[in-house]
């Protein structure tokens, strides 16, 4: 199942079509989680920047050096304790006093990182991450600034609240997901649903070949797009160029077959009035090449049907008429027949012949049997079945075998028949790229096996 489906042009073309949709839909889901992370991210920072200067436009020194003001940044988380928004004002030269801080920071205080290890830059500005209050992730942002003449300097902190970002960012992630994933859903399923309709019309010519196949119709029929057109067309060329071949070999074979009639039944009648054991000589090969010309054009029209794709025969009636036919011509015979054993089976072939090649056999079969014989018909696989014929009489050995089936060769002369039978029967299986196969018998007897081509489907014959 796994090797079908990895053989199937449906499967490849939507399992690559709805890779790359996927593919597609996460690259971009990417790319877009990444530019709002981005994005989010330069908005916090701008925000603590612009509310780094409108603290230090807030804050004053007095005469004596003591830091002063009262600081409004306009964001109430600015007030609200362990919001994870902090501001401080903190002296950076030894001439400057006092602390101012927010509302939310209290008496609290937020280590700042060594200068050394986060330096300010050409700006005098720096910014780094800190853990807040409440273990938040906090960004801080950093300057100090000369705030008179006197030289008095302060440091100004504004902190904000990272988590809050990131959560911002996850939560973006998230609905993402949700929607890319509606999206590639709906993309891969209209993508099935195309692919499917597009490759319909190619589903509809196996159904016509199918039924050229099994006989149920002569062409490929039906509308189809263009791309397929040819193919069809093609295809119906060559059931037709088929077919003139089958209707000339046929009709070549009956035009030996009555070319040949008229001078063996010359030789048949002059053979009658010569008489005596010369004319018996000349009767009996005149007949014996009446056999052979028969044979021979059997075998070329099998050859011919053979190469075909229309004939099919029923197996079950086929069978049931050949056992009523034997066993009207041995009434003490019990002949054995389970129509149910049949049922479903087509054979490939035409039914003349799938009754020559049963009939011969079946036909010896009464002769050699005691009392009784079993015919069963069976499938063997998805385009094989087998036809099984037991009797209960002595048997074959294998060199009898052998030799049963040499043309024209006979194991009892005082049994009516010319030799043919065997071989007819073996070479037109072999035609139909069949098996013949003689084994021994639970009945004491012959068995015989023969497997023929399985047509699947109806329209037989």
Known sequence: MAIRAANSLTVRVIVLSSLWAVLALIVVGGLISTLYERTATRGFEDLLAAQLYNLVNSVTVSDTGYLSGSPDLGDLRYSQPLSGWYWEVLPASDN????????????????????????????????????????????????????????????????????????DVADFDRTLVYYLGAVGLGTVVVN??????????????????????????????????????????????????????????????????????????????????????????????AERMRQQVQHYLDRARVAAQSETTVFRTSVGPALQRLVRVIAKL???????????????????GERQ?????????????????????IVTGIPVSEDRFATIIEDDGPGLTEAQISEATKRGRRLDEATPGS???????????????????????????????????????????
């Open 96 to 167: 400057t006093r006092g602390r101012l801080i927010s509302s939310s920071l209290g008496i609290l205080d937020i280590p700042a990182r060594s200068t050394s290890d986060i330096p300010f830059d050409s700006a005098y500005r720096r910014s780094y991450e800190a853990s807040g209050l409440d273990g938040e992730r906090l960004q801080v942002v950093e300057t100090e600034v000369v705030l008179d003449a006197q030289n008095h300097a302060a440091r100004f902190r504004v902190m904000g609240n990272a988590s809050i970002v990131a959560a």
């Open 192 to 285: 099935v649903l195309a692919i499917l309709a597009g490759l319909s019309p190619l589903s509809a010519v196996r159904r016509s070949l199918a039924n050229v196949r099994t006989g149920k119709a002569e062409r490929l029929e039906g509308q189809f797009p263009a791309e397929i057109a040819p193919l069809a067309v093609e295809m119906n060329a060559l059931i037709d160029n088929n077919r003139r071949i089958v209707e000339r070999s046929r009709t070549q074979v009956g035009n030996l077959a009555h070319s040949l009639k008229t001078p063996i039944a010359v030789l048949v009648n002059e053979a009658a009035s010569l008489g005596g054991r010369q004319g018996q000589v000349v009767a009996d090969q």
């Open 330 to 348: 041995n009434p003490a015979l019990e002949i054995q027949y389970d129509p149910t054993s049949a049922e479903g089976l087509v054979f490939a």
């Open 353 to 373: 012949d799938f009754e020559e090649i049963i009939g011969n056999l079946l036909e010896n079969a009464g002769k050699w049997a005691r009392g009784r014989v």
């Open 419 to 461: 030799g043919l039978g065997l071989s007819i029967v073996s070479d037109m299986v072999a035609e139909y790229r069949g098996s013949l196969e003689f084994s021994r018998s639970d009945l004491g007897g012959l068995r015989v096996t023969i497997v023929l081509p399985r047509a699947l489907g109806g329209g037989a014959a």
